[in-house]
């Protein structure tokens, strides 16, 4: 059974960090590609950013780019997901994701977690 578990999530004041973390279960973790999505109340899920079977990352959204940083340790069977100068508006629910290759739209990946939440307000 296909499990993935986020962690890290909360409140943080804006210039703050936190280290999200996807702990996956169930299936050949190595063998995919993970994508990190957020979801505000009332918009759409985003795609954050996303790192292939091989480590190398594929992309980050623009509004995330030099901040965020993502990361997999196989070994572990976990994806990392390292923010840094938070923003109010990087206020959203996290998903972690599990897809056969990258990409930014959440149709193309097959399983997902519950969401941890994470909150940048003063």
């Known amino acids: 059974q296909v499990r993935l578990v986020e962690s890290g999530g909360g409140l943080v004041q804006p210039g703050g960090s936190l280290r999200l973390s996807c702990a996956a279960s169930g299936f050949a973790f190595d063998y995919y590609a993970i994508g990190w999505f957020r979801q505000a109340p009332g918009k759409e899920r985003e795609g954050v950013t996303c790192i292939n079977r091989y480590l190398g990352s594929t992309y980050y959204a623009d509004s995330v780019k030099g901040r965020f940083t993502i990361s997999r340790d196989n070994a572990k069977n976990t994806a990392y997901l390292q923010m840094n100068n938070l923003k109010p508006e990087d206020t959203a629910v996290y998903y972690c994701?599990?897809?056969?290759?990258?990409?930014?739209?959440?149709?193309?990946?097959?399983?997902w977690g519950q969401g941890t939440q994470v909150t940048v307000s003063s």
């Open positions: 994701a599990t897809g056969i290759v990258c990409s930014r739209y959440a149709p193309d990946f097959r399983s």
